[in-house]
């Protein structure tokens, strides 16, 4: 549920807060992310577009929006014809979630780290996770309860920041290394320090080829025409090199 927004690195922060500051972040800006998700360029004009452009028919399917934020791509998937489930970790996300969707959807507050006990096995088509595994430290049990709700032969949608994009990004020095990071994000009127963990590309893909998935399309989105009439300089360096990576998985047997 992420803004890529300006920001500087941080790092060997004591681990047990990480989570609790990501949720104060959340908790913080909710009001003002929510407002400006709309047309946010780096959300509504090349995150939505791009990982959307991988979505099969929605119409009449059942689909599971992991860490939804505020709902807006709940909203979308729901005027396709869709029937959406979401959560977040965010109580005031799930909240304008709610409203925004006015009734339609269920939205409810869960931690993308802990297993989905709520859902059956096999109870979505799909899983879209947009711009939120950045937030979780290790992988593997995500994954593999994204594999068991999904039905055979399922899709998982992710976008992530791009695991380049992140090591220039926070000046790394250890690409291979799972790293705790923070960034001061400026766009929301006052600065939010928002954490989360770098990681290589090969520790973005393993989860997922590990855990039965086959990946089937990677994307590294260009944005829209739209963002280049709000941010003509950002645009232009996303049109020379990508921060953020889409990726299509299908679960298999």
Not at 33 to 50: E, F, G, S, V
Not at 80 to 86: N, R
Not at 159 to 168: K, L, M, R, T
Not at 208 to 227: A, R, S
Request: glycine letters at 6%; charged letters at 25%; aromatic letters at 12%.
């Amino acid at each position: 549920m992420g803004i890529h927004l300006g920001g500087f690195s941080q790092r060997n922060e004591e681990e047990p807060s990480v989570k609790q500051k990501i949720i104060h972040a959340y908790e913080k800006l909710a009001d003002r992310y929510n407002a400006l998700i709309d047309h946010k360029p780096h959300n509504a004009y090349y995150d939505r577009p791009n990982t959307l452009g991988l979505l099969p028919e929605v119409k009449g399917k059942a689909i599971l929006d992991a860490a939804c934020g505020p709902g807006k791509y709940a909203e979308i998937l729901l005027e396709q014809g869709a029937s959406v489930t979401g959560f977040d970790i965010s109580p005031q996300m799930i909240q304008l979630a709610q409203q925004r969707n006015e009734g339609r959807g269920t939205f409810l507050v869960h931690d993308l780290c802990s297993p989905l006990e709520m859902f059956e096995s096999e109870s979505f088509d799909i899983v879209i996770c947009a711009l939120a595994l950045q937030y979780v430290k290790n992988w593997t049990t995500v994954i593999q309860e994204f594999y068991r709700v999904l039905i055979p032969r399922g899709k998982l949608i992710v976008s992530i920041e791009h695991p380049i994009f992140q090591y220039n990004y926070f000046h790394s020095t250890q690409y291979f290394d799972i790293e705790h990071v923070a960034s001061d994000w400026k766009g929301f009127g006052i600065p939010v320090k928002v954490h989360s963990y770098r990681r290589s590309l090969t520790d973005c893909l393993l989860p997922l080829t590990n855990n039965g998935f086959y990946i089937d399309k990677l994307v590294e989105p260009l944005p829209t025409k739209e963002f280049e009439a709000i941010d003509p300089r950002r645009y232009k360096k996303l049109m020379k090199f990508p921060s953020f990576l889409c990726i299509r998985a299908e679960k298999r047997p």
